[in-house]
């Protein structure tokens, strides 16, 4: 009968920092389609029709065609920028289900979450060494503010240090083991 390894703290500081992560883009996800799908359903060209006429009882001899088409454009933004937020929106409500998917396979010591962690915690690394670097650029070229860039450049640092304190803790022996990515040693590590 295999032996029970009992849950590192790291992991379980892990799992809850990855809960709270999913909830909150899951209530993001689930806004952004809320939002979304309010902006494609309002009749923007109604309720303009229904400001003309207003005005046209008040001044009956100015029909602006101009209005008009104003109000086909504000329409079709608005149903464009509707449909970005379902899309962004079913994205993030997806990604944030995910969080919570692998938040529980985290606590469980499955292998898989295991190697998901290490993926995304890889890719997030690579994410902020590269936002890192357009961000300075960007602030370099058109930005004179100095304490903005270097407040950037110090946020994007502390992002890519936690971020490689998970992956240096993730591969540590008792965690792998804990996963059932190696045997566990005979020392207790924490």
């Known amino acids: 009968m295999a032996e029970q390894i009992k849950r590192p703290i790291g ?7 990855t809960i709270i992560g999913g909830i909150i883009l899951t209530f993001g996800g689930i806004s952004l389609l809320a939002f979304g799908t309010f902006f494609t359903s309002v009749p923007i060209d ?14 009956p001899q100015q029909q602006d065609q101009q209005e008009l088409q104003s109000a086909a454009e ?24 995910g969080y919570l998917v692998v ?12 190697i998901i962690t290490v993926i995304l915690t890889i890719i997030a690394i690579a994410v902020q060494i590269v ?13 004179d503010d100095t304490n903005s860039f270097v407040t950037g450049i110090i946020a994007q640092i502390v992002g890519i240090a936690i971020n490689g304190v998970i992956l240096y803790y993730l591969y540590r022996p008792n965690v792998k083991a804990f996963f059932g990515k190696s045997q566990p040693s005979t020392t207790i590590q924490r």
Do not use: D, R
């Open 131 to 143: 936002s890192g670097i357009t961000a300075s650029m960007f602030n370099a070229s058109f930005i």
């Open 46 to 59: 109604v309720l303009i029709a229904e400001q003309m006429q207003l005005q046209q009882q008040q001044q």
């Open 103 to 114: 938040s529980y396979g985290l606590l469980k010591g499955k292998g898989w979450a295991w």
């Open 74 to 97: 504000l329409q079709a933004l608005a149903q464009f920028l509707g449909g970005v937020g379902i899309a962004i929106g079913a994205i993030v409500l997806a990604v944030g289900v």
């Open 11 to 17: 992991v379980t500081i892990i799992a809850i920092l």
